[in-house]
């Protein structure tokens, strides 16, 4: 089966411009989280979707949006880059998307690159 | 404000020897912890997790431990081997609102030296 799959895997981009990345979940899993990591730190969450709804947002300017699609696939936007968006982005799946514990599985992320 | 910490940046052991990676948190409502490994390159793979009532998770060489009054949870690793080394996150998540939002600490390099 699937993982999570992630495009692109890699992005350079210059400030101010805007950028779209693209998740798509494990078959059957109806939760997407969008999760930033750079150098040195855990990933830190962004957003969680769940059946098209945005059910969680972390602490990230109004830059950032997402969105959910019918097949649960998912997009992050980011506007105006600046150079400290530059970032590793992981993509996380999971079967549930609150009131049960299940493990987020993650993508091999979109590394992007703000020059 | 850090609600997970893992206080080891780097940690090497001897292959067939135990590895212990630490985790404190602060944040009472956190009811699931959850470990993940990373190689370069590659996203987080979930190893394993245990919920708040419980206080022990085994899955083969893996074993997380959780003291709730102490804030604390450790992964052991018996026996390491070479292919486990990589980075070590701890992550918790609690009912807050209704996103399972995960909370990562800032990771434990892992080296086995066969």
């Known amino acids: 089966d699937a993982g999570v799959t992630q495009s692109p895997t890699h992005l350079i981009k210059t400030r101010g411009q805007h950028v779209t990345l693209r998740c798509s979940p494990i078959?059957?899993?109806?939760?997407v989280s969008w999760y930033q990591q750079v150098l040195g730190q855990g990933p830190q969450f962004i957003f969680q979707?769940?059946?098209?709804?945005?059910?969680g947002r972390g602490n990230f300017p109004d830059r950032f949006s997402a969105r959910q699609f019918p097949n649960y696939s998912s997009e992050l936007n980011v506007n105006a880059l600046l150079l400290g968006d530059s970032a590793l982005y992981l993509c996380?799946?999971?079967?549930?998307?609150?009131?049960?514990?299940?493990?987020?599985?993650f993508g091999d992320g979109t590394r992007l690159s703000i020059l | 404000d850090q609600q997970v910490k893992q206080n080891s940046p780097s940690l090497s052991v001897q292959e067939g020897r135990i590895s212990i990676l630490n985790c404190d948190y602060t944040?009472?409502?956190?009811?699931?912890f959850l470990w993940y490994k990373k190689y370069p390159a590659e996203g987080p793979t979930f190893l394993i997790s245990?919920?708040?009532?419980?206080d022990k998770n085994e899955d083969g060489r893996f074993t997380v431990f959780l003291n709730k009054s102490a804030k604390h949870l450790s992964l052991h690793i018996v026996p390491s081997q070479p292919g486990d080394s990589a980075v070590y996150f701890c992550?918790?998540?609690?009912?807050?609102?209704?996103?399972?939002?995960?909370?990562f600490g800032s990771g434990t390099q892992l080296t086995v030296l066969p």
């Open positions: 992550a918790a998540s609690g009912v807050g609102g209704s996103a399972r939002q995960l909370t």
């Open positions: 944040n009472s409502m956190f009811d699931y």
């Open positions: 245990i919920s708040s009532i419980k």
């Open positions: 078959s059957g899993h109806k939760s």
């Open positions: 979707y769940y059946e098209k709804e945005e059910r």
């Open positions: 996380a799946s999971s079967l549930a998307g609150q009131g049960t514990n299940q493990p987020q599985h």
